[in-house]
């Protein structure tokens, strides 16, 4: 992978249909091409996901949500106890950066749950099609293709969602990176996809999201 982010916009692979992402709530964008598996990248997704208790929660970690299997951000975690000699019961917000939506659970200290190991990782910009810019308003279902590549040189799908008004600032960033390096006289400038990725898992079988998190230029090596 390259050198920092991950992108969900890049699952499709791996049997995840337009039908199933609508109803579970996770944009398309956000299931690109295929979740990352482990033939591709070398690691099994599993190895992503560590057991841990409810009672072993932190503010700022990510987990497995109950509901959906998407990974999402710990916040606002609370214990509560009922009675002298009642079991502890922790209350907490899970922010979902892939479907841009929130649980609540609450779990009692012993439940078992998941920590999801997330990464970014960065992807040298390739092509887009539409090819052109300008033409990213005619893209199917307003999902603009990016292609990169990893640091192996190993060419993946991205997805960018241009219609999604949540992700107005990503797509004027990649807009951005993409122009400047492609005025960039002397060639040594490039575009670069920052993407961040994180396992989900659903009934028996995990894979991994990944969604455009930001884009920037680089010179050089």
């Not at 070398?42 to 992503?48: F, Q």
């Not at 992807?123 to 308003?137: H, Q």
């Amino acid at each position: 992978m390259g050198s920092s982010g991950i992108n969900a916009e890049y699952m499709g692979s791996s049997g995840i249909n337009a039908e199933y992402m609508v109803s579970s709530g996770i944009n398309a964008e956000y299931m690109g091409s295929s979740g990352i598996n482990a033939e591709y990248m070398g690691e099994d997704p599993k190895s992503r996901l560590n057991p841990c208790h409810a009672h072993d929660l932190k503010n700022g970690q990510w987990v497995i949500a109950d509901k959906c299997g998407l990974p999402g951000k710990v916040s606002s975690l609370k214990m509560s106890k009922t009675g002298k000699h009642g079991h502890a019961k922790f209350t907490y917000k899970l922010t979902l950066e892939h479907s841009k939506k929130t649980e609540q659970p609450m779990h009692p200290g012993g439940d078992h749950l998941e920590w999801a190991e997330m990464r970014k990782v960065d992807y040298d910009f390739s092509y887009t099609e539409p090819e052109e810019i300008a033409d990213w308003g005619d893209a199917e279902d307003g999902i603009v293709k990016i292609f990169a590549m990893d640091e192996n040189y190993e060419e993946m799908e991205l997805k960018l969602d241009i219609k999604n008004d949540a992700r107005a600032k990503v797509v004027t960033a990649v807009k951005k990176a993409i122009e400047e390096a492609a005025e960039d006289a002397d060639g040594g400038a490039r575009a670069v996809m920052m993407v961040f990725e994180g396992p989900r898992h659903m009934g028996g079988k995990v894979d991994i999201l990944q969604i455009i998190s930001d884009a920037k230029v680089v010179t050089g090596d």
